[in-house]
């Protein structure tokens, strides 16, 4: 069972974790509230194929129309519903499940997700069943053959709903297209000797003088991923969400066709996940400089907020960075995989919801300004980020861990990604297997495990962080050693001792971007945590922080936080006499050459902030305030 879409039912999430809690909100409270929009907007019946006044509107983005996705934003939500309702018994959802079901006819990509969702839960037919003829006429329309388009479509994510669904059916041919949309995208002679997007284009009747509002040039093939086949690419390109879900669904071909004409493919991969967290990714776990086409940039560019230059931050970009994460450790066991995978969970996409379920963010960047406030909003024209956070949230528990079950004889290994208070239960050979991890992480750093089980052949893989500058485990097992940033508890020692705890010291630590950003800031964190100041607790500030210097050798105050408007409990920071204003000096006599005697000088002084307080950054713009925030601070060099 390789897809936390069918892995989290084997997990139940234990009380009083942060991600239980949104897990809680979303449902008893964000289900239905989506709902209620996608009603409100035109969504829901908008599959009675009947006129909305809508369809008439002028896009805000030419030539997408409007309504373009709305198709989508329904399937997520049916998709969270249904693993929602895995769990949990809500009858005014499952009822607008039904409904929707009887309405839908055909669609494709995320609606083949929300009918294996469906599937699961209803086991009846009745989505799955038309999406399998919809993808039957797809197999026939789209391939290799004489008679077939050599095409693939503009936004990835068929590919990753086919892999699951060859899963599901076995049927050779849902795999087969997945490869061919994956490894023939940007084939410069596909179609007709020439880029299937060109010859799409001209049959479409497009100017070709004429360019989306979203392209900074003509014929952009690499906002698609579509400028150079996939194995050829080294650098990550373009529009962040359709790059990690095709990403994603790569990394998942490469696990279930394990031929040896995928080594090209699986080197690529690997190159461009480099490419992406050491060169364009934020210390948030965010990616995508870019608003113009929601996407990369430069290398190393990443400025914090508008008013610098950029910073998109898309709450679907971190979940693709998620799913590509899970997908690359089904194949790639290695920690550092999932130290980007739990920075972007408690960072970009935690932030994406407010703690009430009611409100989210499309963007979300590290320094707020005058043209973009730190704030979210209660829903989008383009929606696809709401619904995409409640389906995440829905099978969240299939992150936390993943098992390969063996049998009475053969070992049974449970690797252990993510600390989150819950249990895993699942069966070998008839036999039950349950191990249960009791913590208040990320606040508190004592993970304890106790593994139940008449087997002796159970083995369990735990990750390390890599950002613990020490760690333990009690009691403490022989021959302790890390292999890729886990370390392996074998079946004799749990056998003896199937109750141990890790232990890893939570403290404030500074971080920083590479130098190449030419962002010379630092930003606090601890543990998997990034840390922010907002006006709230500072209510001084009047630029947004951005004469704000934080001292390197700074000293932190720990607090212990409820918040009594969001009832969630953190703990916030406050750095003591270690942070000052830049000279307003600076500014006045500014000049386009600042003599670096000056500009050293008046670094150094400045008034020194008695305080300035942090909180995580996924509970900014929960409490009210102005809306005034920022993650990295310049460094003050004393």
Not at 11 to 28: E, M, Q, Y
Not at 382 to 404: E, K
Request: charge should be negative; charged fraction near 20%.
């Amino acid at each position: 069972m390789a897809y936390p879409q069918t892995t989290f039912f084997h997990t139940r999430l234990h009380p009083g974790s942060i991600i239980k809690r949104r897990r809680d909100a979303v449902a008893s409270t964000t289900l239905f509230y989506q709902l209620d929009v996608l009603k409100k907007t035109g969504r829901y019946d908008a599959f009675k194929l009947q006129w909305h006044p809508s369809y008439s509107d002028e896009p805000n983005v030419w030539p997408v129309p409007n309504h373009l996705f709305w198709d989508s934003d329904v399937a997520k939500w049916l998709e969270g519903a249904c693993y929602i309702l895995q769990q949990e018994k809500i009858p005014a959802v499952e009822s607008a499940v039904r409904e929707l079901v009887d309405m839908i006819k055909y669609n494709a990509g995320h609606l083949i997700e929300a009918a294996l969702a469906h599937e699961e839960l209803f086991k009846n037919g009745a989505f799955l069943g038309p999406l399998l003829s919809y993808v039957d006429l797809l197999c026939k329309t789209f391939g290799p053959g004489e008679d077939q388009k050599h095409g693939y479509p503009g936004h990835p994510e068929i590919e990753l709903a086919l892999l699951r669904l060859f899963d599901k059916t076995n049927d050779s041919k849902h795999l087969a297209l997945a490869q061919y949309f994956i490894l023939e995208r940007g084939n410069s002679k596909g179609w007709q000797g020439r880029h299937y997007f060109d010859v799409e284009a001209e049959m479409r009747g497009d100017d070709p003088n004429k360019r989306p509002l979203y392209y900074p040039d003509t014929r952009c093939l690499w906002y698609y991923s579509a400028h150079q086949p996939l194995t050829e690419q080294r650098s990550v390109e373009g529009h962040s969400v359709r790059a990690m879900y095709l990403l994603a669904a790569a990394a998942d071909l490469v696990r279930v066709d394990k031929d040896d004409k995928l080594a090209s493919l699986k080197h690529a991969i690997d190159a461009l996940w480099t490419n992406m967290v050491t060169r364009k990714m934020y210390v948030t776990g965010g990616i995508g400089a870019m608003k113009k086409w929601e996407g990369f940039g430069l290398d190393y560019f990443l400025p914090q907020g508008s008013d610098e230059g950029g910073c998109y931050s898309e709450t679907c970009a971190a979940i693709g960075v998620l799913m590509f994460a899970e997908r690359r450790l089904q194949t790639d066991l290695r920690g550092s995989i999932v130290d980007v995978m739990e920075l972007a969970l408690y960072n970009t996409i935690l932030t994406a919801m407010s703690h009430d379920g009611k409100q989210f963010t499309y963007v979300n960047q590290l320094a707020s300004s005058d043209q973009d406030l730190s704030k979210r909003e209660e829903w989008f024209t383009c929606a696809c980020c709401p619904p995409n956070v409640l389906r995440v949230l829905g099978q969240i528990g299939g992150y936390i861990w993943t098992f390969q079950a063996g049998n009475s004889s053969k070992a049974t290994w449970i690797n252990v990604h993510l600390f989150i208070g819950s249990e895993l239960k699942f069966h070998v050979d008839g036999e039950p297997v349950q191990l249960t991890q009791t913590t208040n992480w990320p606040w508190d750093g004592d993970v304890k495990f106790e593994l139940r089980t008449d087997l002796k052949t159970v083995s369990i893989r735990v990750r390390i962080p890599g950002w613990a500058q020490s760690w333990k485990i009690s009691p403490e097992p022989p021959n302790v050693q890390l292999k890729d940033g886990y370390l392996e508890l074998p079946a004799a020692w749990l056998s003896a001792n199937p109750s141990f705890t890790l232990h890893v010291p939570l403290q404030p630590r500074l971080i920083s971007s590479h130098p190449y950003t030419n962002q010379n800031t630092l930003t606090v964190a601890r543990g998997p945590v990034v840390y922010c100041a907002e006006d709230f607790d500072n209510p001084w500030v009047q630029d947004h922080f951005k004469s704000v210097q934080l001292d390197p050798a700074c000293d932190f105050e720990e607090h212990s936080l409820n918040d009594a408007k969001s009832g969630d409990t953190y703990v916030s920071l406050a750095v003591v006499a270690g942070a000052s204003f830049l000279d307003p000096e600076l500014a006045e006599n500014a000049s386009p050459a600042i003599p670096a005697t000056f500009l050293r000088s008046v670094t150094r002084g400045g008034k020194v902030l008695p305080k300035l307080h942090l909180v995580p950054y996924f509970a900014r713009a929960n409490r009210g305030g102005r809306g005034q925030m920022r993650v990295g601070f310049r460094r003050w060099e004393r």
